[in-house]
């Protein structure tokens, strides 16, 4: 909790910005959630030179990894396919094996691509506890059958997606970039 505390200090203005019923604060937190792993990824990747956006170490442990493009594409479109699971529509065709659509690829179009997804997974988060709202399957996501909940799908990404940043991150600083939560 202690590592949490100071990401939750830095993004407590964010917690204005969630206008859900006050009566569901569950609801509420989730997408403040939401909007704090947004919050942290989004900066990231736009803190990445464009000329830097095919960099991928190709040494030791890091051999045959994603670039790091391929990272934040992953992520949204991970980010797409499981929100909208939760909420019970089809994800975009183009999303399909998590890599994200080929046509996508300067930093500007990945940074759209990765803000539309955040956009859609917050909109899932605001839909937490609507009944009239159905949840389904993903065959990306281990939650299936009675297991799947909206909540469960959201967790999912925001989880996945911190794990990439990780990943993100480690680049940056391959690369000489302070990420901007460092800078903080």
């Known amino acids: 909790m202690r590592s949490l505390l100071p990401l939750l200090l830095l993004a407590a203005p964010l917690a204005a910005q969630v206008p859900v019923d006050s009566t569901n604060q569950d609801c509420a937190n989730l997408v403040f959630m939401v909007q704090v792993v947004r919050h942290?990824?989004?900066?990231?990747?736009?803190?990445?030179?464009?000329?830097?956006?095919?960099?991928?170490?190709?040494?030791g442990e890091f051999t045959g990894v994603r670039s790091f493009a391929r990272e934040a594409k992953h992520l949204s479109a991970t980010n797409y396919i499981l929100a909208s699971a939760a909420l019970g529509i089809d994800p975009p065709a183009d999303a399909g094996d998590e890599m994200g659509p080929d046509s996508v690829v300067t930093k500007d179009q990945i940074i759209a691509y990765m803000r539309g997804s955040f956009d859609l997974l917050e909109r899932a988060a605001r839909a937490y506890g609507?009944?009239?709202?159905?949840?389904?399957?993903s065959p990306i996501s281990p939650f299936q059958g009675r297991s799947v909940t909206r909540l469960a799908l959201i967790v999912e990404s925001t989880v996945h997606a911190f794990d990439h940043y990780g990943q993100m991150v480690e680049y940056l600083r391959m690369n000489g970039i302070v990420p901007p939560a460092s800078r903080r």
């Open 40 to 59: 942290e990824i989004e900066p990231a990747v736009a803190a990445m030179p464009a000329t830097k956006f095919g960099f991928a170490p190709t040494q």
């Open 130 to 137: 609507d009944a009239r709202i159905p949840v389904r399957t």
